[in-house]
């Protein structure tokens, strides 16, 4: 069987979730079989998000490869269970950059270059590569923006061009849109999907199926409206209403039969889909026996999706523990040894947050300081590790002025500092210590528990590092370091082992934590926060 491609745009408005709506169809796919991946085609002129401010784009997700890719890889690495790759991931900076680097090569032999053809070749070619690269039944295609975007229109094209290169019966094209309801006029409003799937087609892209996102149940009228103004079959017509979670939405649109219509369009073989696992996570997620709090102290809480990779390990660590794991949003910038106390009060877990630069540090290291001394279970990821050092070297270990030298390049005692082959790079983006590394984890400590083996791999994306030069400190006043990397002796996770549950790490676990496969140290450390607030 050839492989099927499916390409998912968005209409209307941005934020409506294709990227859920693509994973979701990833899972009832793989559920049935078949071999599912999907890429995520982003028009921003970046090469990579790597180099974003978190208000700006949210999250990076890391892969194992060391990609920094769109927040949406983690959402498809979630709910299909896969690892995606650098191949998953293309943006317009990445397409015009192969595209002038073949220029200056003399690989158009003296022709002039131009969008067509060869900026919509070279999307092609990413899309065709990734589909030949795993020897997968399906590859999902989300297209990034909303449709009418002057940006987005070379994807547009490409996808136009590439369901003839590889024959329409191999193609499917899904249109995401809205139908708003108007409460002064008591209606659902069909106008703006019309007009959407209108430009849209006026690009020649016609859509095989529309996924409309709706408030409200969409009646037999409104979809008979919908399928005869936009040219598709009533059955065509998918409701995606507002779940519980996004959890749900798997099974929701199991519901609507779009698997089923895909299925049936790209003339697929399947067996009958096996859910049961999903079923039960997805019961364990919305109706938890418990509930508990705990605080999320970073610099940009404001915008959640910065730390969206969190938010859904949290998630999934509680289905396994059976709580529902409700999150206290705490601005580090507003946090101080004066109103720590106040702030932190109640919660039964304290995660300090990952980051870059100064700002804020300070809060970071009065809630560090109250975990370890009121003995509230703490996690600390990446920046938070490195806080979690710093308060022990000034706190235990008596080095008032310990810092980092990201914070004070001038500080007598640089007890994280940056790391030997980072010091002279000038260009930033993609430069980082980045993808998955190897830790060897020291046994009877939280990690080893936590991870049940004393090997393990993780995804990394920072600088600076424990300095090796001077961390015997650490250790010589009780500081365990229970993970480090085998091939560089760097320290990896940080503990204290006369504590409930103290742990520093310097990589992401968060990045590789599963619908199927929660992560081992989130798992933990809710279990402990669940003890902590007295249900164990």
């Known amino acids: 069987m050839s492989t099927k491609y499916i390409f998912v745009t968005g209409g209307v408005t941005s934020s409506l979730g294709k990227g859920i709506i693509c994973a979701s169809l990833g899972r009832l796919l793989v559920a049935r079989g078949l071999k599912v991946t999907v890429q995520k085609l982003d028009p921003y002129i970046n090469v990579d998000p790597g180099t974003m401010n978190p208000y700006e784009h949210g999250e990076v997700f890391v892969t194992d490869d060391g990609a920094e890719t769109d927040l949406d890889l983690g959402h498809y690495e979630r709910f299909l269970d896969i690892r995606t790759t650098q191949t998953n991931n293309v943006t317009t900076g990445r397409v015009y950059y ?64 590439l369901r003839y290169n590889v024959g329409r019966a191999n193609t499917l094209s899904i249109h995401l849109t809205l139908i708003p ?21 006026e690009s020649g892209l016609q859509p095989d199926i529309l996924v409309c996102r709706t408030e409200y149940p969409l009646d037999e009228s409104i979809r008979g409206k919908v399928a005869r103004f936009c040219n598709v079959d009533l059955e065509d017509v998918i409701e995606s209403i507002d779940a519980r979670s996004i959890y749900e939405v798997p099974l929701l649109m199991q519901k609507e039969g ?50 969206k990779s969190i938010v859904e390990a949290f998630v999934h660590a509680g ?19 004066n109103n720590v106390a106040q702030a932190l009060s109640g919660v039964q877990g304290i995660l300090v947050a990952p980051g870059f630069g100064g700002r804020g540090i300070e809060g970071k290291l009065s809630a560090v300081q109250y975990a370890r001394e009121q003995k509230i279970p703490f996690f600390g990821i990446c920046l938070g590790m490195q806080c979690a050092v710093i308060e022990y070297a000034r706190n235990v270990c008596g080095l008032t002025e310990a810092n980092s030298t ?25 430069t980082m210590r980045l993808g998955k590394y190897n830790c060897s984890v020291i ?41 480090l990397n085998p ?32 992560q081992a140290l989130f798992v933990a450390f809710v279990k402990a926060a669940k003890k902590q607030a007295g249900f164990e």
């Open 98 to 161: 192969d595209v002038i680097n073949k220029e200056r090569k003399g690989a158009y032999l003296g022709k002039t270059v131009q969008v067509i053809p060869h900026i919509t070749d070279e999307i092609q070619s990413h899309v065709l590569k990734l589909g030949q690269s795993g020897n997968y039944d399906v590859v999902i295609v989300e297209i990034g923006g909303t449709v009418g975007d002057i940006e987005s229109l070379p994807y547009i094209e490409a996808v136009r061009q």
């Open 319 to 337: 289905a396994m523990n059976d709580v529902k794991v409700s999150i206290r949003w705490i601005q580090s910038d507003n946090l101080d040894t």
């Open 443 to 483: 046994p009877n400590t939280f990690a080893y528990h936590a991870y049940g083996t004393d090997q393990v791999q993780e995804r990394h994306r920072h600088r600076y590092e424990v300095n090796n030069e001077i961390r015997s400190v650490l250790s010589d006043n009780g500081l365990v370091f229970s993970g």
């Open 487 to 518: 091939e560089r002796d760097l320290v990896e996770i940080v503990e204290i082992p006369q504590h409930p549950w103290f742990v520093g790490v310097q990589f992401h676990p968060e990045l590789r934590s599963t619908a199927s496969n929660p």
């Open 181 to 201: 309801y108007l409460s002064a006029a008591g209606e659902l409003k069909t106008k703006p999907t019309q007009h959407s799937v209108k430009t849209l087609s």
């Open 258 to 307: 779009l698997d089923t219509r895909v299925i049936e369009k790209l003339k697929l073989e399947t067996h009958q889909p096996d859910l049961d696992q999903w079923i039960q996570f997805v019961d364990a997620v919305c109706n938890p026996s418990h509930e508990i709090e705990i605080a999320l102290v970073g610099k940009y809480v404001e915008h959640h999706d910065s730390y």
């Open 406 to 430: 990201e914070f004070d390049e001038t500080t007598p005692h640089p007890i994280i500092d940056i790391m030997y082959d980072q010091k002279n790079i000038e260009n930033m983006g993609g």
